[in-house]
Each structure stands twice: as C-alpha cells, then as structure tokens.
C-alpha cells in the first residue's frame, strides 16, 4: 500500500502543513488512515500516512486527480 509524507500530501492539496495534519488526524479518528510516525518530522504530527480499507471506499467516493492509491 502507497505511503504518503506529509510534504506530498500538501503538495497534491495545496494545504500547508498545519492544515494537512488537521486533515490526517480527522481521518486517524475516522479509522480512513494508518499514521507511522517517527523521530522529528516536522513540521508534520506524522511521518507517513497510508489509507486503510475504509480510507479506500472514501477515497473511491472522493476521487482526487493525481492520486495513485
């Protein structure tokens, strides 16, 4: 499964970082994303983040162009 860093994801949704983390956390609690995270990623809460099965049906429903998953 295709793993993002937040640095692609604010790249791909023209958000800055503290709007990608809102955005992941929200998604975290939804159980739509598994967050990996390691030693200083900053300016990101999360190293990289990967769609779990629900993230999939949302995503399918959301489609955003230039996404891969």
Known sequence: M??????ELSAMT????NE???AVRELERMG?????IRASS???LFTSVALT???RVIFQETKMPGCDT
Request: net charge positive.
């Open 53 to 55: 099965a629900k993230g």
């Open 14 to 17: 023209a958000l800055p970082p």
């Open 20 to 22: 990608v983390n809102t």
């Open 32 to 36: 739509a994303v598994d967050l990996h």
């Open 42 to 44: 900053e300016p990101y």
């Open 2 to 7: 295709r793993q993002y860093t937040g640095k």
